[in-house]
């Protein structure tokens, strides 16, 4: 199974928005209505920000929202905060491919 | 708060057998599945397996011949034993939850993982 595509780094300044896609095929992202998205701070046990493609989990911030479009997934953090740099992965659900994993975002708060 | 912790030892012999531990506290470990995650230098993370707290397993087809998990719920932990590892099964070894309701289980996504524990494959 390929990893889905997510790009190496985004960065943003402190208020801004910034998006972070996963791209995977119409064998996963594209037929899942279950994507979910992750953080993880250096050294950190990862942290679940998004599922089922928009749903936050209880006590994540509303600064964090997810979306999907065809086979891309999106994760949007809105309001950028320094305790936002982090690394986040995507991941995709599907009956074939159990769970399919993005490459990873590093985020960068400049 | 639940937290999971991962113990084993970092670093297994080659064609030898990996085997590791979680411990589950803050919460019971009944009735939700468990699941076993890795991540490797230059790969991305793979799902290894899940087991029900009653001892239902699912595995991953890539490593179903090499991979046995277990569940000791009088202890609140849940292990993972992957035979004849070779430098390939290097990698941090994440454990993580996936949570039950009394109508349905969130097979999804994962709910709480622990820090991760790093394995090297070397002689």
Known sequence: QSALTQPASVSGSPGQSITISCTGSNSD???SNYVSWYQQHPGKAPKVVIYDV????????DRFS????????????SGLQAEDEAEYFCCSYGRSN?????????VTVL | QVELQES???????????SLTCTVSGDSISSHYW???????????????RIYSDGYTTYNPALKNRLTLSVDTSKNQF?????????????????????????ACYL???????QGTLVTVSS
């Open chain 1, 29 to 31: 992202v594209g037929s």
């Open chain 1, 54 to 61: 928009t749903t936050r989990p209880s006590g994540v911030s």
């Open chain 1, 66 to 77: 997810g979306s999907k479009s065809g086979n891309t997934a999106s994760l949007t953090i």
């Open chain 1, 98 to 106: 159990p769970y399919v994993f993005g490459t990873g975002t590093k």
């Open chain 2, 8 to 18: 084993g030892p970092g670093l297994v012999k080659p064609s030898e057998t990996l």
């Open chain 2, 35 to 49: 699941s076993w995650l890795r991540q490797s230098a230059g790969q991305g993370l793979e799902w290894l397996g």
């Open chain 2, 79 to 103: 292990s993972l034993k992957l035979t004849a590892v070779t430098a390939a099964d290097t990698a941090l070894y994440f454990c993580a939850s996936q949570y039950c309701t009394p109508t």
């Open chain 2, 108 to 114: 999804y996504y994962f709910g709480d993982w622990g």
